[in-house]
């Protein structure tokens, strides 16, 4: 029974009066939260403050019931550190609010989870070992084909340090040791795949505000792999340049990342900007999940929107094809 206990939300399961003490392990099963999480929590923000017991922790149904409302509280997009201090009732409102950043649904323990090649990966940004990460990712950089690279290890890597940063159990810090190794190395990759200098080319920024750079990176990297000239200018360029950019080099497309959900305003006036701007006979693709919802207003009959690497691939095949 307590392994299903992770889909039971409310009413509780245990009794609020019960006074039953519950060791970590058994914590950790009728929260769905992991040892480490709950541990984090506890050191890092006083999610719950545990009764010692001779054998370690003892939770108490308080405890639990907190605890629940927390996970339910982060899997709604809210992170753990600016959360932690609410009182319980504070959090019962914002579950019932609307959800701060929507998510797909996941099961139980998905973001935690990644393949055995990338565990010492994970290890070694657990414990800031930079050498260690940085010669993981290398190692597994020269073995893989560009795609179950970016397939198998940037996403779901980026994925996971996003989905621990928001539980608390990774900091900032991993955060950014994380994007700094992949950037130099998928940069790296980028730059020694020598352009062909034929056509089709293809220019790849992000527009100003926009910092997440990965996207494009890794669509520039399976561009170059599938045999186009691609032009890496980086994120957060303003419309005025990417389209002089354009301009000077006359790409058969113009490649953009967005991947917040809210994008600023300035942000949008920038990419409508570009849109309307470029030179004719260049498409402007605008690569990233959230695009269609976050941009319904930046659309033209040469605007293209690529949710994923699939319609990336598409696009790609259509361009080489000659079809429209
Ligand atoms: C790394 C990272 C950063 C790094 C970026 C470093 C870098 N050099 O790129 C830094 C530290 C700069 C950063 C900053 C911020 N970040 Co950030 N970040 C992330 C993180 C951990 C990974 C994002 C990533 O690169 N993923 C890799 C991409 C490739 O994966 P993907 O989006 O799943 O890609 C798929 C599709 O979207 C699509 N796609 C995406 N891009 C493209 C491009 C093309 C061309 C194509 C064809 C397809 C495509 O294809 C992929 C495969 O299906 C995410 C966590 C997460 N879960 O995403 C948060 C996240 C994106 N960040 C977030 C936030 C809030 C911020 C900040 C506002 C934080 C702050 N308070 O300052 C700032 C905003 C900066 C800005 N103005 O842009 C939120 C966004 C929430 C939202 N509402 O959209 C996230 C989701 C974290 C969270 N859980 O809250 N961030």
Do not use: C
């Amino acid at each position: 029974m307590l392994d299903n206990i992770r889909f039971l939300s409310y009413p509780w399961t245990v009794s609020p009066e019960s006074s039953v003490h519950y060791p970590i392990r058994a914590a950790a099963k009728l929260t769905g939260l992991s040892i480490d999480t709950l541990r984090a929590w506890e050191r890092r923000y006083q999610a719950v403050t545990p009764l010692r017991a001779e054998r370690g922790r003892a939770y108490d149904a308080g405890h639990i019931r907190r605890l629940v409302l927390l996970r339910d509280v982060v899997d709604r997009g809210h992170a753990i550190g600016q959360v932690a201090s609410l009182e319980n009732s504070e959090l019962e409102e914002l579950l019932a609010g609307p959800a701060e950043v929507p998510r797909t649904p996941k099961p139980a323990g998905a973001g935690q989870e990644v393949s055995d090649g990338l565990q010492p990966v994970v290890a070694a940004i657990e414990s800031f070992d930079y050498a260690t990460a940085n010669a993981q990712l290398g190692r597994l950089a020269a073995l893989l084909p560009v795609r179950e690279l970016v397939g198998e290890v940037v996403l779901p890597l980026m994925r996971l340090v996003g989905d621990r940063w928001r539980e608390g159990t990774l900091t900032v810090a991993q955060e950014h040791m994380t994007s700094a190794i992949l950037r130099n190395l998928l940069g790296g990759l980028v730059r020694l795949r020598a352009p062909s200098g034929q056509p089709p080319r293809l220019l790849f920024a992000t527009p100003s505000g926009e910092l997440h750079e990965f996207g494009i990176l890794a669509a520039a990297l399976l561009a170059l792999a599938s045999g186009f000239d691609a032009l890496y200018l980086g994120p957060n360029l303003p419309a005025r340049e990417i389209v002089a950019a354009a301009e000077r080099t006359s790409p058969q497309a113009v490649v953009l990342g967005i991947k917040t959900s809210e994008p600023d305003p300035v942000t949008i006036e920038e990419l409508r900007l570009v849109a309307s701007k470029l030179p004719k006979r260049t498409e402007l693709w605008l690569g990233g999940s959230e695009v269609r919802k976050a941009l319904p207003s930046v659309r033209g009959g040469r605007v293209f929107i690529l949710e994923d690497f699939g319609e990336l691939d598409v696009h790609l095949a259509r361009l080489k094809t000659g079809s429209r």
